[in-house]
């Protein structure tokens, strides 16, 4: 059973665009909610991370909104730039439990 | 180094044969996690490790699949009678500790089972 759903596959953006990434997830116990990057030929890096008991935290050009009433939680990429073409993957996890990973979307921004 | 360290960068094997991958994590990380990771998919969970508790393998897809980890530091993950569907590029992560999400992972060992 999939816990936590990852949309879209793949993502195609404008330079300067914004890009947004959707996750869902099932667990109402999941207390803890990062986005990883990663590059082509590397390991996933941490990049943002957000807990429940806020709706939204911003670092740079980088947001994550969360709706805690239904399930989901986004990322928000403003004025995106071709360096951030990368395959990004939510995740979540319960207390000490191990982190369960959305299935990743492959960003491309184009000029 | 800094970061963590895996070992071969590419492996490149038969059908049948047996392989032993090496993950070198950060020093100080008592956390270490397998993930293995197929052409375009998400990351799956194979194994952890904390400390000197008994791993977590419910993650591992056969008994072909073991892991262990030495001195609570370098990790090996061996893939025995390897198959085709085994191909993937397998990534390591290690965290200060169980209560801490922030997994720094290697940059990978990419598999192929001809």
């Known amino acids: 059973q999939q816990q936590v759903k990852q949309s879209p596959q793949s993502l195609i953006v404008q330079k300067g665009g914004i890009s947004i990434i959707n996750c869902a997830y099932e667990?109402?116990?999941?207390?803890?909610f990062p986005w990883y990057q990663q590059f082509p030929g590397k390991g996933p890096a941490l990049l943002i991370a957000?807990?429940?008991?806020?709706s939204e935290k911003k670092e740079g050009r980088f947001t994550i909104s969360f709706n805690k009433s239904a399930k989901q939680f986004s990322l928000h990429i403003m004025d995106s730039q071709p360096g951030d073409s990368a395959t990004y993957f939510c995740?979540?996890?319960?207390?000490?439990?191990?982190?369960?990973f959305g299935t990743g979307t492959r960003l491309t921004i184009i000029p | 180094g800094a970061g963590v360290s895996q070992s071969p960068s590419n492996k490149v094997t038969e059908k049948g044969k047996d392989v032993e991958l090496r993950c070198d994590p950060i020093?100080?990380?008592?956390?270490l996690y397998w993930y293995r990771q197929s052409l375009g998919q998400g990351l799956e969970f194979l194994i952890y490790?904390?400390?000197?508790?008994?791993?977590?393998k419910s993650g591992l897809p056969s008994d072909r699949f073991s892991a262990e980890r030495t001195g609570g530091s370098v990790s090996t993950l061996t893939i025995q009678r390897t198959q085709q569907e085994d191909s993937a590029v397998y990534l390591c992560?290690?965290?200060?500790?169980?209560?801490?999400?922030?997994?720094?992972f290697g940059p990978g060992t990419r598999l192929l089972v001809l």
């Open positions: 992560a290690s965290s200060l500790e169980r209560l801490v999400a922030t997994q720094y």
């Open positions: 667990n109402t116990a999941f207390d803890y």
């Open positions: 957000i807990r429940p008991d806020v």
């Open positions: 995740a979540a996890r319960f207390g000490n439990e191990k982190l369960t």
């Open positions: 020093s100080g990380h008592t956390a």
């Open positions: 490790f904390q400390g000197n508790s008994a791993p977590d």
